[in-house]
C-alpha cells in the first residue's frame, strides 16, 4: 500500500491527530494537530514527507490546535469544510462536501474526500481516505462527529446561539446519510477518545471500522430522528470553563507557540506579588505533597492526571498563572497548559521546597480526612456542606448521604450556592478532583474545607464492609 497513516494520541486531553501521506509522491497532511508541532515534523522528516495540507474537522473546543504552527513551519494550506468560510481571522482553504485533496498530482496518488458531517458544530467535516481514485475508502478521519462507542455532543454550542435540538438533528442526517454510508471495511479514526469531555461514552479504543460502529455504537442503532437527538443531548456532563475560550481561539490569528521558549524562575517575593496582583497559584505536584505543605491561595491540579482540562475548568482563561512544580516539570506544565490556549504563565516558583522552608508563613497545609474520620466526624460537624464533585454518570451510581451534587467543571460557575463561612468537605471518586475542589474553594476565601482521602471509593468500601 502507498498509504502512509499514523495515529498521535494525547492522553492527558484524549485527543487524536494524524499523519498521513503517500508514499510515492511523499506529500502529506496533518489532521486536527495538536499545538507542540515537533512529532509532526520529526515524522516528516524522518519518512521524507513534505506537509501540503493541515486538516480541521471543525473550530475544537477543548483544545488549541496547532493550524497555525505547522503553517509558519511548513508553509501548509489550512483546510476546513465549507461552512468554516469567512470566520477565521487567518488564510484557509474551506471545501464543500465532495472536494477531493490529491496528496501528489496525479490519480493514482492518495486523496482525501470532504464529507460535510455538521452536528457537533456547523462546520464540522469528516475525511474520506482512499489510497488513489479507484480504490475503495480505506478509511475516514470522523473528528468530533462519530467517536468509537458514540457520537460527538451537540449542546456545547448553546452559548452562542446554537441550540442542541437543532444541531441534533443535523447530526442524525450527517451519521446515517454521510458516515453509515462508507463500506463497513472502513476503519474510524477519531478526534478524541475515553474521557474526552466531547461526548459521553467514548470507548478506550482509538480505532475500529463503519461495520463494528453500526453495530455497537448506541446512537447508531435504528431510532427515529426525535428519539436521537433525546438519547445523545441526556446526561452530558458540564462543559468545562474554557471550552469556548479554546472554540474562540482556534479561529483567531493568535500568536504561535514556541516549545523551546525560555521560562521564568521567581522568588517567593516574586510570586507573593504575582498573588497580589490576581494571578493565579497553580500547584502542580501530587495532591499528597501539596497537602503536607503548599503556598496559601495556590489551586492544585497535579501533572499526574488531566492537568490542562482541570485547570481549564478552575482557572478563569486570560489570568495570569504562577506554576509550582516539581523541579524539571515546569515546562511540561507550561507546554500542557499551552495546550488550551493559556499562554500566559508568568513564571515559575524556583525550588518551592526551599522557598517554603525559608517563608513558613506563606505556607499552609490541608485538611484531608480518612473515610473512616469522616464518618465518625460527620454528625458532629455543625452546618456541615458535603459536595459530590463527581460527574452525572458517577453520581447517578450512588453517592454519600446528604451530599450537594456540583460537578467539577461548573464548580467556579456556582459558588454562590455554597456558603464560604460553613465547614465544607468534598468528594470525588478517588481523591485527585477533590483536591483540585477544596483548594479552589479556599483560594476563593472558603474559611474550612477538607477533602476525603480515596473519595467515595474509600466511602462505599467502608460502608460495605
Not at 473528528?143 to 446561539?161: C, N
Not at 496559601?296 to 490542562?308: D, E, H, Q, T
Request: with cysteine; hydrophobic share 40%.
Amino acid at each position: 500500500m502507498a498509504l502512509h497513516l499514523s495515529q498521535h494520541y494525547l492522553e492527558c486531553l484524549s485527543h487524536a491527530s494524524y499523519v498521513v501521506a503517500d508514499t510515492n509522491s511523499r506529500i502529506a497532511a496533518v489532521v486536527d494537530p495538536q499545538r507542540d508541532i515537533s512529532a509532526y515534523l520529526t515524522e516528516a522528516e524522518e519518512n521524507g514527507f513534505t506537509i501540503k495540507y493541515v486538516v480541521e474537522t471543525h473550530f475544537h473546543a477543548d483544545f488549541l490546535s496547532g493550524h497555525l504552527e505547522l503553517a509558519e513551519a511548513t508553509g501548509a494550506e489550512i483546510v476546513f469544510g465549507a461552512q468554516a468560510a469567512g470566520r477565521t481571522d487567518f488564510p484557509i482553504t474551506a471545501l464543500a462536501h465532495g472536494a477531493v485533496l490529491i496528496l501528489g498530482d496525479s490519480e493514482s496518488h492518495a486523496r482525501l474526500e470532504i464529507l460535510e458531517t455538521p452536528g457537533h458544530t456547523p462546520e464540522s467535516i469528516s475525511v474520506v481516505v482512499r489510497e488513489n481514485a479507484s480504490s475503495i475508502p480505506h478509511a475516514v478521519f470522523t473528528g468530533d462527529t462519530l467517536f468509537i462507542g458514540d457520537v460527538g455532543r451537540p449542546d456545547l454550542l448553546a452559548a452562542v446561539g446554537h441550540t442542541a435540538e437543532d444541531l441534533g438533528r443535523m447530526l442524525y442526517h450527517s451519521l446515517r446519510e454521510r458516515l453509515l454510508t462508507l463500506p463497513d471495511s472502513t476503519l474510524v479514526y477519531p478526534a478524541h477518545g475515553a474521557g474526552s469531555a466531547c461526548g459521553k461514552n467514548l470507548s478506550t479504543n482509538t480505532v475500529s471500522s463503519i461495520g463494528e460502529q453500526r453495530a455497537t455504537n448506541y446512537a447508531l442503532a435504528p431510532m427515529s430522528e426525535d428519539q436521537f437527538v433525546a438519547t445523545v443531548t441526556e446526561g452530558q456532563s458540564t462543559a468545562p470553563l474554557y471550552f469556548l475560550h479554546a472554540a474562540t481561539t482556534n479561529r483567531k490569528a493568535r500568536d504561535t507557540f514556541d516549545e523551546e521558549a525560555p521560562l521564568t524562575g521567581l522568588s517567593m517575593t516574586d510570586v507573593v506579588a504575582a498573588r497580589t496582583s490576581g494571578a493565579a497559584i497553580v500547584d502542580t505536584r501530587d495532591d499528597g505533597d501539596f497537602a503536607l505543605g503548599h503556598l496559601r491561595g495556590s489551586i492544585n491540579v497535579g501533572l499526574g492526571g488531566r492537568f490542562a482540562e482541570f485547570t481549564g475548568e478552575v482557572v478563569t482563561a486570560g489570568t495570569p498563572i504562577v506554576i509550582v512544580a516539581e523541579p524539571g516539570k515546569e515546562r511540561e506544565a507550561t507546554t500542557r497548559l499551552a495546550r488550551i490556549g493559556f499562554d500566559n504563565v508568568v513564571g515559575y516558583l524556583d525550588d518551592p521546597v526551599k522557598a517554603f522552608l525559608e517563608n513558613p508563613d506563606e505556607v499552609q497545609i490541608a485538611s484531608r480526612l480518612t473515610a473512616h474520620d469522616f464518618g465518625a466526624r460527620r454528625d458532629s460537624i455543625e452546618g456541615l456542606q458535603l459536595v459530590d464533585v463527581r460527574n452525572p454518570g458517577e453520581f447517578k451510581l450512588g453517592t454519600i448521604d446528604g451530599a450537594r451534587h456540583i460537578e467539577m467543571a461548573g464548580l467556579t460557575r456556582r459558588l454562590d450556592e455554597l456558603d464560604p463561612t460553613r465547614p465544607t468537605v468534598v468528594f470525588c471518586a478517588g481523591g485527585y478532583r477533590s483536591s483540585i475542589a477544596a483548594s479552589t474553594l479556599r483560594a476563593n476565601g472558603f474559611d474550612d474545607v477538607s477533602d476525603i482521602l480515596g473519595g467515595y471509593n474509600a466511602w462505599s468500601a467502608l460502608v460495605d464492609a
